[in-house]
């Protein structure tokens, strides 16, 4: 009755608009979330933060930034890098870790050095600056994305995308279909992340190039 009663309703997704508002289409407004390119820009690693998470320039670092709920599907990520069994890729996973899910998680992949939980952090940026892939494996259920930050951040730093083929993500990569796989397809998540990282450097970095743009 409220959406009924309102005189515009502002719709950050192509499927609010389609599956939840489509009776209402004379007042919608489409209005997309939004980051400040200028501050998110391609920056250099800081020497200091690799030597201080033991990364190396041969490693392949994968970050995903969330605060870390059930639907955000980290677990979706960190079981498609150990399906890879490649030593050479390190998890950075930054974000808010203190409830049930995030200790759970931090409990079961203690043992893996290779995954690593950052916490909260004020700035992001020398984080998303260390990696060469950027993974938002969020689930296909309950609240899901509206337009989802985190993501544009990265591609705004030059760095390359993978997400979920789910709302509000497909739109930040819709001009990018191959980065995007199935929620809690763990098999084609470990398939596009080695594709990502067998790339040649000048692929990778025209893809990041693109995905800025």
């Known amino acids: 009755w409220k959406s009924r009663l309102s005189t515009k309703i502002i719709a950050v997704n192509e499927d609010m608009i389609n599956l939840y508002f489509s009776k209402m289409l004379d007042k919608i407004v489409n209005f997309p979330l939004a980051i ?5 820009t391609p920056t250099l690693p800081s020497d200091v933060l690799m030597k201080e998470l033991n990364i190396f320039d041969s490693d392949f670092v994968i970050i995903s930034v969330a605060n870390l709920v059930p639907v955000k599907g980290i677990e979706t990520l960190i079981e498609a890098v150990k ?6 890729i390190k998890v950075l996973i930054v974000g ?15 043992k893996d050095s290779n995954i690593q939980f950052i ?3 004020l700035d992001v940026k020398p984080y998303l600056a260390l990696a060469d892939l950027f993974v938002i494996p969020t689930k ?5 994305e509206g337009i989802p930050n985190a ?5 705004a730093m030059n760095c390359i995308v993978l997400g979920s083929n789910i709302s509000g993500i497909n739109d930040i990569l819709k ?3 191959n980065s995007m796989f199935k929620a809690d397809d763990i098999n084609s ?7 990502i990282k067998d790339m040649s450097a000048n692929d990778s970095e025209l893809l990041g190039k693109a995905m800025r743009d």
């Open 36 to 40: 400040d390119t200028k501050k998110f």
């Open 83 to 88: 399906k890879t069994n490649d030593k050479q």
């Open 96 to 110: 808010d870790n203190t409830h049930d899910y995030g200790e759970e998680l931090k409990t079961r992949y203690q």
């Open 119 to 121: 916490g909260k952090q």
């Open 140 to 144: 296909d259920e309950g609240r899901k």
């Open 151 to 155: 993501p544009l951040e990265a591609m």
């Open 175 to 177: 001009p990018f279909p």
């Open 189 to 195: 998540l470990a398939h596009k992340i080695m594709a």
